[in-house]
Nanobody, 124 residues
């Protein structure tokens, strides 16, 4: 089992950079592929980015490709989401998720554990 805690959200203006962190505790962090999802107001949870267990492979939603970067530090048991050139449509609650012995996926059902989420609000 793993416990996930996100941080780094906030209220920002369009165009700025924000970095989210997700700290994990519990089972060996490198046993998990990690993902970031978001849930905009009134909408379904959607995939943002994923990274494989050692970090060699990354995946992105088309809407964030080229602007967001997912990375991980297994020594610190932390996964990051660097978000550049933020847009108002990036406003959402952002969740990190862990997939045990996985390769990373784009569907929420593929993940075993979730954090509580952190709010990101981008004003125009």
């Amino acid at each position: 089992q793993v416990h996930l805690v996100e941080s780094g959200g906030g209220l920002v203006q369009a165009g700025v950079t924000l970095r989210l962190s997700c700290a994990a505790s519990g089972r060996t962090f490198s046993s998990y592929a990690m993902g970031w999802f978001r849930q905009p107001p009134g909408k379904e949870r959607e995939f943002v980015a994923a990274i494989s267990r050692i970090g060699g492979n990354t995946y992105y939603a088309d809407s964030v490709k080229g602007r967001f970067t997912i990375s991980r530090d297994n020594a610190k048991s932390t996964v990051y989401l660097q978000m550049n050139s933020l847009k108002p449509e990036d406003t959402a609650v952002y969740y990190c998720a862990a997939q045990y012995i996985g390769v990373g996926g784009t569907k929420p059902a593929e993940y075993d554990y979730w954090g509580q989420g952190t709010q990101v609000t981008v004003s125009s």
